[in-house]
């Protein structure tokens, strides 16, 4: 039988290591199989690109050829590690050290709501965290390699009782392969930055 | 005072003195002298609904 996915599950009949080729058939299998791996390449959404060790002691981390012509958007994850300090996380695009829009939106969990704003940053501030027992980042990046502005949003994560939500943008056509993490103050050491693609339909 | 290393892909080093003067120039600190609320320097402006 074909693959049904993904309106239902498969459950396709697995042979014993004594079944005869023809029962189940061993060509069914290989095609059923085929149609099935062919499902998840067309349906899968989330594909890893590369991953990038922090390294020791380190206040930037600069991730090349992260971007390509290949996905339109990204989701860049930050984990494990550590800080000297605890800080926020800050993003940069490779390359560009001016004109960034953000506006944080910040909120206790009392709910008193404050926010910041700027056009004029050197970088996207807020876009995660760094605590002295690991770092956070899930930022998800817009459009950087097309020749259009390229945008993130991402969730903040403070140290006084305070959450909220970072978005910016680049008001630039700036093709963008790489970015870089940073700390706002104080060093990194270890922990994974991965970078995943939306693969495009 | 030893400078902070930078990190291009696998490469880590020790930032040059000019490296490390540019990144104190954009409010960088070695630690965290207000451990409550995480200041930093503000270069904020007004947004108008069209932008």
């Known amino acids: 039988m074909a693959s049904s996915f993904p309106t239902s599950i498969d459950n396709f009949t697995d042979p014993l290591a004594t079944s005869p080729l023809n029962s189940p058939s061993h060509s069914l299998q290989h095609s059923n199989l085929n149609d099935a791996v062919e499902k998840i390449e067309t349906y899968m959404g989330l594909v890893f690109v590369k991953s990038q060790t922090i390294g020791s002691a380190v206040s930037s981390v600069t991730v090349s050829d992260a971007f390509s012509a290949t996905y339109d958007n990204y989701l860049i994850q930050v984990s494990g590690g550590a800080v000297s300090t605890q800080n926020e996380l800050r993003l940069q695009m490779s390359g560009t050290t001016s004109g960034y829009y953000y506006q944080l939106i910040i909120g206790t969990w009392s709910a008193t709501i404050t926010g910041e704003g700027s056009k004029i940053a050197t970088e996207w501030l807020y876009t995660g965290m760094g605590a002295t027992n690991g770092l956070v980042m899930n930022c998800q990046v817009y459009l950087p390699y097309l020749a259009t502005r390229t945008r993130i949003v991402a969730p903040y994560f403070g140290f006084v009782g305070d959450v909220g939500h970072v978005h910016g943008q680049l008001d630039n056509a700036t093709q963008y392969t790489g970015f870089v993490i940073k700390t706002s103050t104080g060093t990194m050491t270890g922990g994974t930055i991965r970078v995943y693609g939306y693969r495009n339909s | ?51």
Do not use: C, F, K
């Not at chain 2, 030893?2 to 291009?8: D, L, S």
């Not at chain 2, 104190?24 to 070695?30: D, F, I, Q």
């Open chain 2, 1 to 51: 005072m030893t400078r902070p290393n930078i990190q291009i892909d696998d490469l880590v080093r020790e930032m040059t003195e000019h490296e490390y003067a540019e990144l104190l120039a954009t409010g960088w600190t070695l630690e965290n002298v207000n451990q409550e609320i995480v200041e930093i320097p503000r270069q904020t402006e007004t947004l108008t609904d069209s932008e």
